[in-house]
């Protein structure tokens, strides 16, 4: 069960390791700018496995559970499935579910651990195969697996790092799955919670340390993406990194200027350079360009 191309390398593990019976994936749901109507990548990928696949609009009526039955089920296996899964279809398999969860559990419970662990400025994160219950990510931990996180790296390209490592997880304990020995219950005490950005989380705020900011910028990317107000015009940023510039008795948000690293912006405690701005309606660029069609006056600031 899974949705996102989170979820594909953990398929393929196991269509190679278990006897795959069935997939479950969320139902197609239009996309893009011209809205048609897209397979999650589960289900694009789980065509090659030529097994059922199912994509339940409703989870609470029965209906699933009775279809799953049919296939005598010894395990479910649930990565970024994107739905909260009732009590019949937890209690249906020999073995229960299991779930690949993109952080080292009990920190980080919730929909987004990935992105709050770089928003946090984390410095290590990893997966954990869980045993599912009914608690949000409460249920005890068969393993996991630990790796840093780069100062610069975005939730991007921590969420590819993760999926393979989950997947490499994974198949360890399938390669000997029921184990021998129990899952370890979580220490309930040191749980953080992760729950879904949103998009206004996405503004700027420049009074804030030049880390803070550099984590605010690679956290938010890919979506919703850091943003700043010029103006009337919203930009987009990228590529955040602590800026060798000399601080200002000058407002933050005041721009210094630009140069090949990029856009040179007052914090609360130094400089944070912008390396890439996307204008709305306009493709992602470096900051030199920007400024050349549009450059800043003097003292000109960026707002929230």
């Keep these: ?62 209906t699933l559970a009775r279809t799953l039955a049919e296939h005598e089920l010894d395990v479910v296996v649930v990565v970024a499935f994107g739905r909260i899964l009732p009590p019949d279809i937890l209690a249906l398999p020999r073995y229960g579910c299991i779930n690949v969860h993109g952080s080292l559990l009990p920190r980080w419970r919730g929909a987004a651990p990935i992105q709050r662990a770089v928003l946090a400025g984390d410095r290590e994160t990893g997966v954990s195969i869980m045993a599912m219950d009914e608690g949000l990510d409460t249920g005890a931990v068969y393993c996991a697996a630990e790796t840093p996180i780069d100062p610069y790296e975005t939730s991007g390209e921590l969420f590819e790092r993760l999926a393979e490592l989950g997947a490499r997880t994974l198949d360890t304990v399938l390669a000997s799955f029921p184990p021998a020995s129990p899952p370890v219950a979580q220490d309930h005490e040191r749980a953080t919670h992760a729950p879904p950005l949103t998009k206004d989380e996405g503004h700027t705020t420049w009074d804030r340390p030049v880390r803070v900011l550099v984590d605010h910028v690679r956290g938010m990317d890919p979506w919703p993406v850091a943003t700043a107000a010029r103006g009337d015009e919203r930009l987009k940023l990228f590529a955040a990194r602590p800026s060798s510039w000399a601080s200002t008795a000058a407002a933050p948000g005041t721009v210094l200027g630009v140069d090949e690293a990029g856009l040179h912006v007052l914090a609360q405690d130094g400089v944070v350079c912008i390396g890439e701005l ?9 900051a030199t360009a920007y400024v050349a069609g549009k450059p800043f006056a003097p003292g000109e600031t960026l707002g929230s």
């Design 278 to 286: 996307q204008p709305p309606g306009k493709r992602r660029m470096p």
């Design 1 to 62: 069960m899974g949705s996102p191309e989170f979820a594909v390398p953990s398929l393929r593990v196991v269509a190679e390791r278990c006897d795959l019976r069935v997939v479950v994936c969320q139902p197609d749901r239009p996309a893009g700018r011209g809205r048609k109507l897209t397979a999650p990548a589960v289900k694009a990928a789980a065509q090659a496995f030529g097994v059922p696949i199912e994509q339940p609009v409703k989870m609470r009526d029965g």
